[in-house]
């Protein structure tokens, strides 16, 4: 869960490669990482918070010992936490210090005849070289001292050839750090905690108080409800009922997890990372995307939503209220029909199943007449029907 991905073999070329036990001891068996707000479950296992977390909202099992696990029994390990942040802080200065040895290069083969021959010293004088004069400064010819030209010109060198004591001016002064936007883009530095002081000596500062945010039941809320929900969270509440159900979950991970460590961050920094893993997912790509994961399919739509397709939703589905329409026709026709027919009920439900199928075939071979001949010909199709309107409730005056 770091930036920077190690790995316990790193330990094989030290001094000491046994470490990488210590290593491989110190990481998650889900992420594969240094473990991040370490948690225990009740079969004493140590997991992320956030990665047991989220295997618990799948599946229901220790993910090492495959025993039964609930979320409430999960349990924070401040010391591990602690042991685990120092070991990070201390990992890659161990590995500089535990380098292996090279093996010596093998000196070249001498000849008997240079073997006579008196070795040469060579002495370096770069001990008795002044030290290097930047670019813009120039040295006195007098005293020798280091200055800007304009400075020896204009009283310096006077002084010096008059005997006087000559000034020098002040060394330049580190350029400062800008404090302009550039500023707010530099790296941080990491700071420096003591992490055995902050165990023995600072136990009010293991807990704090953020409170675990509660599990959802979404099949007995409505869409406008869970909306309601991410907005107390400070959450968007754009998208579709089933990405507002898997925002909600992340962020109710992240949250969660957060509360489980000794250093939690803010929950600006939580909404940041839930906008990450949104730009990452699927499901949210796919709403970004035309022609993304569902290829115009309505499945991941809902008619409650403001951009719900109403056209694509209409053209997808117009055979099957045709199909449905010239059915309920059929079914009236047949009750206002004539009793006494010469084949019995059997014969004439087989007969009006056929004359059914004949027709559906027809119109489908037929599919390519146009709408409005089609919604003219049901018109005149159609029985009529005839309302007494001066009966209807809606049009009686009240007394």
């Known amino acids: 869960m770091s930036n920077k991905h190690t790995d316990p073999s790193d330990w094989e070329a030290s001094k000491l490669p046994r470490l990488s036990q210590l290593d491989s001891l110190q990481r998650c068996l889900i992420c594969k990482d240094l473990l991040k707000a370490p948690v225990i479950t009740s079969c004493n296992h140590t997991f992320c918070s956030q990665c047991i977390r989220q295997h618990l909202m799948a599946e229901n099992l220790c993910p090492l010992?495959?025993?039964?696990?609930?979320?409430?029994?999960?349990?924070?390990?401040?010391?591990?936490?602690?042991?685990?942040?120092?070991?990070?802080?201390?990992?890659?200065?161990?590995?500089?210090?535990?380098?292996a040895d090279e093996p010596p290069e093998p000196a070249p083969a001498r000849s008997t005849e240079s073997a006579s021959e008196p070795e040469v010293i060579e002495v370096s004088d770069e001990d008795s070289k002044p030290?290097?004069?930047?670019?813009?400064?120039?040295?006195?010819?007098?005293?020798?001292?280091?200055?800007?030209?304009?400075?020896?010109?204009?009283?310096?060198?006077?002084?010096?050839?008059?005997?006087?004591?000559?000034?020098?001016?002040?060394?330049?002064?580190?350029?400062?750090?800008?404090?302009?936007?550039s500023s707010f883009f530099q790296p941080r530095k990491r700071q420096d905690v003591n992490h055995s002081s902050f165990y023995f000596s600072q136990p009010e500062k293991h807990r704090h108080e953020i409170k675990k945010i509660p599990k959802i039941d979404f099949a007995s809320l409505a869409t406008p409800k869970i909306k309601e929900k991410l907005a107390q969270l400070k959450l968007p509440t754009n998208g579709t009922r089933a990405q507002l159900e898997l925002r909600y979950n992340h962020y109710y991970v992240l949250h969660n997890s957060n509360s489980d460590s000794s250093h939690p961050v803010s929950d600006l920094t939580l909404r940041q990372?839930?906008?990450?893993?949104?730009?990452?997912?699927?499901?949210?790509?796919?709403?970004?995307?035309?022609?993304?994961?569902?290829?115009?399919?309505?499945?991941?739509?809902?008619?409650s939503d403001k951009d719900f397709p109403v056209d694509l939703w209409l053209n997808t589905y117009k055979k099957e209220f045709r199909r449905l329409i010239r059915a309920a026709r059929r079914t009236r026709k047949k009750k206002n029909g004539d009793d006494s027919s010469d084949n019995g009920p059997e014969s004439r439900g087989t007969a009006d199943a056929e004359a059914a199928n004949g027709e559906t075939d027809k119109e489908e071979k037929n599919g390519q007449i146009s709408e409005t001949t089609s919604a003219r010909e049901g018109e005149e199709n159609a029985p009529e029907l005839s309302f007494d309107l001066s009966t209807s409730s809606l049009f009686v005056t009240p007394k």
């Not at 280091?146 to 005997?163: K, V, Y």
């Not at 990372?273 to 809902?302: C, D, I, M, R, V």
């Open 131 to 181: 030290d290097k004069i930047p670019a813009d400064h120039v040295q006195c010819p007098v005293c020798g001292q280091s200055m800007t030209a304009e400075f020896l010109q204009r009283s310096h060198i006077d002084d010096c050839l008059s005997g006087k004591k000559a000034k020098v001016p002040p060394a330049p002064r580190p350029a400062k750090r800008p404090k302009g936007i």
């Open 273 to 303: 990372k839930l906008l990450q893993w949104e730009k990452s997912h699927a499901a949210f790509l796919a709403a970004a995307a035309p022609g993304g994961l569902f290829g115009g399919s309505l499945s991941h739509k809902t008619v």
């Open 65 to 99: 010992c495959k025993t039964e696990q609930f979320e409430s029994n999960l349990k924070r390990n401040i010391l591990l936490e602690e042991i685990v942040l120092c070991f990070e802080r201390l990992r890659p200065e161990l590995l500089d210090q535990l380098k």
